[in-house]
Structure formats: structure tokens, C-alpha cells
Antibody, heavy 122, light 111 residues
Framework: QVQLVESGGGVVQPGRSLRLSCAAS????????VHWVRQAPGKGLEWVAV????????YYADSVKGRFTISRDNSKNTLYLQMNSLRPEDTAVYYC???????????????WGQGTLVTVSS | QSVLTQPPSVSGAPGQRVTISCTGS?????????VHWYQQLPRTAPKVLIY???NRPSGVPDRFSGSRSGTSASLAITGLQAEDEADYYC???????????FGGGTKLTVL
């Protein structure tokens, strides 16, 4: 069965960095695009970034552009999110989420991880 | 302020029908991009309910249906049940932002 397991969350001071990981299993990871989606406490879903199956295409929300970098290692079936210059407003649960179709990373998300909480606070 | 606009809340009695709207613009829904709907139960990750406007994944009851017209989309839930109480989100692609966008979410209360 498809599993996405995020890790790397925690408490970090404003301006510092953090790297999230998402370990994938149960499907051919190298064939699908993957997203990061976040949810601030008590708030709605916010799309963060997406990466194509081979890592050649990456897109970011304006709110994180220039500060966050999405990447993947298909040999390790792992997705990453490098977060730099963190701000209090980046506090959220971060989900990794698999694209439903292999050919369109703007297709629906058919599997979500359980999320990892990032808290940016001094 | 979300790019896709949803009502903050809707409610209905068991057995009733409710609809949740998702209003976009010419750069997302109006441009013909697909709309997807997700259900998020308390303290859990979202789950896809409707994909590509009106398609249900296997396992999703046919009480749930989706439609898209012009710059808007709708999720309809018939035969409302207590377990349908959750937050619902629409999602699409926006070509002016070159990215995915979510609606602000709608909290469904079953009275």
C-alpha cells in the first residue's frame, strides 16, 4: 500500500533553516510528481511546491519562492523540502502528497502523508 | 484571501442535501483547469473525494458528486450523514500564479 512518511519537523527560531523529508513506499516513486502542502494551526490548506517525477520541473508558491527548495532522490524514494530564512508565518503541519497521474503534476492528490509540524518561534 | 472562494460553513440535517461552492476566475476554473475536492476529518490528513471535476475514486460513496461551470465548481452531498461532518476543500491550477491553489475550506456541520 502507498505510504508517505514525513520527518524533520520541530521548533526552530526565525531566520534559521530546516529540512523536511518524506519517505515514499508502495508505488513507483520515480514515476510521479509530488507536492508539499501545509496547514497552519486552525487554518486551511496551502500549496507550497511541486516537483516533477524526474526533478526537472519545480514550481513554488509565491509565499515561499526564494526561501524554500523542493528536491527528490529517486534512488532513495525520498522527497525533501529545504526551508531557509524561516518566518513565524511558516508555522504549519507540512504534508507530502502524491500526484494521482504520472503525466500531470497538476492532477489531484491521491495520497497524503500524516504530516510533520514545523513551529517557527523564538 | 484564497484565490478560490468557498463559504466558511454550511450545515444540514441528516438525510438532507447540501452543496458547497468554489468560485474562481478566468485564470483557474474559468480557464478550464480541473477542480478537485478533498475531505478533511478532524486531526487527519485530507482525502480526495472528487477528482477532475466529477470523478469519484473507488470507495467514495455516490452520495458525493461534483460539477464545474464557468468560473465555479460545486460539491454536492446527498443523504447527509453524521460522519460527513468535516472540512471540505476545492483545488485547481492557476496559470497566473503557475501553481496549485486551494479554496479556503468549508466546515460542514450535520445538525
Amino acid at each position: 500500500q502507498v505510504q508517505l512518511v514525513e520527518s524533520g519537523g520541530g521548533v526552530v527560531q526565525p531566520g534559521r533553516s530546516l529540512r523536511l523529508s518524506c519517505a515514499a513506499s508502495g508505488f513507483t516513486f520515480s514515476s510521479y510528481g509530488v507536492h508539499w502542502v501545509r496547514q497552519a494551526p486552525g487554518k486551511g490548506l496551502e500549496w507550497v511546491a511541486v516537483i516533477s517525477y524526474d526533478g526537472s520541473n519545480k514550481y513554488y508558491a509565491d509565499s515561499v519562492k526564494g526561501r524554500f527548495t523542493i528536491s527528490r532522490d529517486n534512488s532513495k524514494n525520498t522527497l525533501y523540502l529545504q526551508m531557509n530564512s524561516l518566518r513565524p508565518e511558516d508555522t504549519a503541519v507540512y504534508y507530502c502528497a502524491k500526484c494521482q497521474t504520472y503525466y500531470d503534476f497538476w492532477s489531484a492528490v491521491d495520497y497524503w502523508g500524516q504530516g510533520t509540524l514545523v513551529t517557527v518561534s523564538s | 484571501q484564497s484565490v478560490l472562494t468557498q463559504p466558511p460553513s454550511v450545515s444540514g440535517a441528516p438525510g438532507q442535501r447540501v452543496t458547497i461552492s468554489c468560485t474562481g476566475s478566468s485564470s483557474n476554473i474559468g480557464a478550464g483547469y480541473d477542480v478537485h475536492w478533498y475531505q478533511q476529518l478532524p486531526r487527519t490528513a485530507p482525502k480526495v473525494l472528487i477528482y477532475a471535476n466529477n470523478n469519484r475514486p473507488s470507495g467514495v460513496p455516490d452520495r458525493f458528486s461534483g460539477s464545474r461551470s464557468g468560473t465555479s465548481a460545486s460539491l454536492a452531498i446527498t443523504g447527509l450523514q453524521a460522519e460527513d461532518e468535516a472540512d471540505y476543500y476545492c483545488q485547481s491550477y492557476d496559470n497566473s500564479l503557475s501553481g496549485s491553489v486551494f479554496g479556503g475550506g468549508t466546515k460542514l456541520t450535520v445538525l
